[in-house]
């Protein structure tokens, strides 16, 4: 699916154009978690409150804000007050106190927010670990509460405090009309490292470096919300990798306040859930844009697999491969590690069938390397920011498209320094 | 199994003792396959053949000579004369051309070390997907007759010749005196990139960068030497990773002269297969060791798993994490991505009942941080060249120790280089 094919929506990067979607206010303060001293706790409130649908990481660790917005969930059957996002310290293997800790700031915030604690919806990303300064999240609250508000720069707060090692925010915005009436979505991301969203369904074990918040002003059930979130999510932010780690709070969570009063029927379903996967999918591109030292972004495009299943398995196999992606790093065109990475996936293939193209570069056909090979063609292309290697394995017509990037020493730099 | 356990017998990693396996004969020389223009062609040749066992890459795409090498060993039911080794070029996705130049060579070693050309077996190690140099093979050939011998240094400049990225040549013997006798077992391996070997039984798909060979003057039948391999391998080979990277022509060669004439009882068989795990441990602990790039060796004590199969998969999971291996690279004791690899390796277990030690030092255990986790002494063991970390995951009794390295700036420029 491209932007070109979906004529009733308008996908924007920037959050500056209005409007954001109605029944929501946002806000970020400083509360001292990160030792740089920036922007550390965000909100975001639906005064009227929220229907709720989330997806949080298969991991089995999970962090106790997951354990907590789960169960919280569960109570009120999907009704959502204020989310309460805390950056540079991820509340995870902190046992019980982590838990206990996590309630008080819910409690806290529903005496701010004027809810009840289980409208409230707790998400931390940061180091595992270590003891969580509840302290300073509930001392930060008043001041965020004073710093809420519906505009751009109010959203573009939230997306900057969500922050860790994050180079730049990640946001994303579409309208869709409906029955005449504009709704409206906005998205908001961090991600960075540890990087390879692996989502489930919200009943099961959780935990996340990857935050995703998705809001709409469309009036929309809890189930309803989940049909549409589910395939969204599956095609997005669980096709990405920086580097095959899955964090222990990685949460997608979609709100809809449904302040247009406007609902979907069998016309609009589909509309709507295409500016959905729009967003999920600039998000989910911007996060891996925006990995841990990535210098290439690849998209690994698998086709003429068995089932979707084995195409994933392809494309991971190959995403998480140390030697392609050091390969990628300096637009090494050793396709040979592709087919290697292929071989050992668990799909099952016949390596004479399967043709690999770089770019529009094909390298590998009919059990070796095209006779047309061209080494320097195929290095200008890797020498580009963004790229596609396409894979077909010619045993079927399933395929993925799957979203990574290369294996850099500035990689290894960040994640040798992080918590020293 | 460590070497004090076995009275029986004497494990050295270096060969400058008497003696060899008797009944074969090493040499090796430069042939121009490696750019370097060291040595690259290895020969070791059995006058009297030698029966073998062998095991391949579970790797779905295969180098030719895994193919043409298991082809040979099914016409003459394990019987081998000659191995042929080149290094620089892994004869890998090369189709039927690669084939056909693998046997060439095949036949060229027949009509020169005077045996048929089905008891040849041929191994490649380099890069993939270029063209086979088989004629610089096939020209090097007399070379090599006139170099052969079975001294401690022929032995040596066959596993200096298997080398490619290692910085070191890899070797192992070991003694075991049966009915009064003295059996000898000498290994050479070479591994350095690609390594996460995942051998299986020689039927089935193939492809390799570690390359192994075990000589012993042994003598046994191939159904035999297959069940002493076997495990042996398990324990090993199949429990190393660099870099999770399967390749697609690792072999383990096992060759059983019979010159002693000795044969294996009800007695025998454990001390000889001790000796045989412990010289392919060395080996594999030894490939580690000299990996890319390779600044400190993990070994992974995964305990108190449901099964082995979950404990491997724990470690596993640990040993392929970019974070966790980054951590190691600084000594960095961030144990909380242990913890998360392990949470999503596929391993059923409760956080809480989980405990994790680095060396000596206790790191987490009921659910969190160990109230006297001590961090500059966790620091301290973590900057040692090699040292353990003991994941008990509180659930069952199977365990697995498994090998492993950190990743550092190091590996990512040796194979962001490699064939530009």
Chains 1, 2 share one sequence.
């Not at 308008?10 to 400083?30: C, D, I, S, T, Y």
């Not at 789960?70 to 982590?98: D, E, F, I, S, Y």
């Not at 927010?113 to 990303?125: A, K, N, Q, R």
């Amino acid at each position: 699916m491209s932007i070109e094919q979906n004529k009733v929506m308008n996908l924007e990067q920037e959050v500056n154009v209005q409007p954001l979607p109605r029944g929501f206010k946002w806000g970020a303060v400083k509360a001292g978690i990160k030792a740089s001293g920036k922007l550390d706790v965000a909100v975001a409130i639906a005064p009227k409150t929220a229907n709720a649908a989330v997806m949080y990481t298969k991991n089995q660790v999970v962090a106790a804000p997951v354990t907590v917005g789960r169960r919280h969930l569960q109570v009120t059957g999907g009704r959502v007050a204020a989310v309460l996002v805390n950056a540079g310290n991820a509340n995870c293997a902190t046992g019980q106190a982590g838990i206990d800790t996590c309630v008080q700031t819910c409690v806290a915030a529903a005496e701010t927010f004027h809810c009840i604690f289980d409208e409230v919806i707790p998400s931390s990303t940061g180091i595992i670990g270590v003891p969580f300064p509840a302290e300073k999240v509930i001392a930060a609250l008043p001041a965020v509460e004073a710093a809420l508000g519906d505009t751009p720069a109010h959203a573009e707060l939230f997306a900057q405090a969500i922050m860790t090692t994050d180079t730049r925010m990640k946001i994303a915005r579409a309208v869709v009309t409906i029955d005449g009436a504009e709704v409206n979505i906005f998205g908001a991301a961090k991600g960075a490292g540890m990087i390879h969203p692996q989502l489930g369904a919200p009943i099961g074990p959780p935990h996340a470096t990857m935050l995703v918040y998705l809001f709409t002003d469309l009036s929309a059930s809890t189930e309803e919300l989940n049909k549409l979130l589910a395939p969204a999510v599956e095609q997005s932010f669980n096709c990405i990798s920086i580097d095959g780690d899955t964090s222990t709070n990685d949460t997608v969570l979609l709100l809809a306040s449904g302040d247009t009063r406007t609902r979907l029927n069998e016309q609009t379903t589909e509309p709507f859930a295409n500016a959905l996967n729009q967003v999920c999918y600039s998000l989910a591109h911007q996060i891996v844009d925006d990995g841990e030292g990535v210098g290439h972004v690849v998209t690994l495009h698998i086709t003429g697999a068995r089932t979707p299943v084995e195409a994933k398995q392809v494309a991971k196999a190959i995403a998480h491969s140390p030697l392609c992606k050091t390969a990628w790093s300096s637009a090494d065109p050793n396709w040979g590690r592709l087919l290697a990475a292929a071989g050992y996936s668990g799909a099952t293939f016949n390596p004479e069938k399967v043709n690999i193209r770089i770019g529009t570069q094909p390298v590998f056909e009919l059990g070796m390397r095209t006779p047309h090979f061209d080494e320097a063609a195929a290095h200008t292309t890797m020498q580009q920011r963004e790229y596609t290697i396409t894979l077909d394995l010619g045993q079927g017509n399933s395929e993925c498209r799957f979203i990574t990037c290369d294996l850099t020493a500035e990689y290894v730099r960040i994640n040798a320094d992080y918590s020293t």
